[in-house]
């Protein structure tokens, strides 16, 4: 199967298959990024180089979930090897070392750091759909030699035209032709979480990204129609500004990448603070149960 998703091509979904006929192919950077670098030494595909999601968000200010600066990215980036434009390929597993039903191996691994390629300008990323576990399902080769990060010199730059602050979130969320996702689990989205305050942003829709997903493996996508019927019936229709949110900004990456580069909706942003920076403003309400208000 040849990659596959809609939109401008910076995003493209992968199989096994394809993967394993493009090993070798000049130029093509393979990211493991596991939930532990054990996990990696343990085993990992061929040629791949390690990549850990929480290199690039630190506190600041208020925020303790903010990317990072494009300066630092870009040395990060360099130091991986990557281009903007040469292929890279992002895959993960359910982190068999350090697993953990809600966080730790749950499959965002690679929706988080694919999110950041294409935020800080990588033109040309590719997601493996069903990660590390339908590789080797599919007996795909494994292996514990290193791979090698040759240095590039990449400079980064925000998209900013895919992501949506704090002042314009607040002030275009509630008008008409905008759908606010929620992409948590229902439990915290409707009650009590880790955070603070319980429930969502008032208006937030609960499209929990992990019913995009099989259920057997969080990193294998569900066919495309059934993905459009389910964002359809959350009322985020291609007509509309999605916008999409979660606690963190983690899980909504999932959606970002779905509603953009998957379905191919034009209008689609992310709110990169989500929950989390929503209740650092005392004055915010939330709301709590399944309605969105």
């Known amino acids: 199967m040849n990659p596959f998703g809609k939109g401008d091509g910076t ?6 298959g394809w993967l394993s006929g493009h ?6 950077l393979v990211l493991d990024c596991q939930p532990n670098i054990h996990e990696y030494v343990q085993e990992h595909i061929p040629d791949a180089v390690y990549w850990h999601e929480g290199l690039f968000r ?8 903010r990317w990072i ?18 292929p890279v390929v992002v895959y993960s597993s359910s982190g068999p070392l350090t697993t953990c039903a809600s966080f730790i191996g749950d499959g965002l691994e690679q929706t988080m750091v694919a999110y950041t390629l294409v935020r800080y300008g990588h033109r040309n990323v590719y997601v493996l759909d069903g990660g590390f576990e339908k590789w080797k399902e599919d007996g ?5 030699e290193y791979g090698v990060a040759r240095p590039s010199s990449f400079t980064a730059r ?3 035209e895919f992501i949506i602050g704090y002042e314009e979130f607040l002030r275009i969320k509630d008008q008409a032709g905008v759908v606010l996702l929620d992409a948590r689990p229902p439990v915290w989205y ?3 979480g880790p955070w603070a305050k319980p429930g969502h942003i008032p208006g937030a829709v609960n499209l929990p990204w992990k019913s995009l997903m099989e259920d057997k493996n969080k990193k294998l996508l569900k066919p495309e129609e059934q993905i459009r019927k389910l964002a ?20 909504a990456t999932n959606e970002f990448l779905t509603f953009r580069w998957l379905l191919g909706y034009p209008k689609v942003v992310i709110f990169e603070g989500s929950f989390t920076e929503w209740i650092s403003h005392p004055e915010n309400p939330v709301v709590t149960g399944k309605s969105p208000r």
């Open 158 to 160: 925000v998209r900013n």
């Open 232 to 251: 359809e019936a959350a009322g985020a229709t291609p007509d509309k500004l999605v916008i999409c949110s979660c606690g963190t900004g983690r899980e």
């Open 190 to 192: 409707e009650g009590q």
């Open 58 to 65: 630190i506190h600041e200010g208020k925020v303790p979930t």
């Open 140 to 144: 795909r080769p494994t292996t514990r």
């Open 69 to 86: 600066p494009p300066e630092a990215a870009g040395i990060l980036f360099s130091t991986l090897g990557l281009d903007p434009a040469r």
């Open 11 to 16: 995003v493209r979904w992968v199989s096994t």
């Open 23 to 28: 090993l070798k192919d000049p130029g093509l």
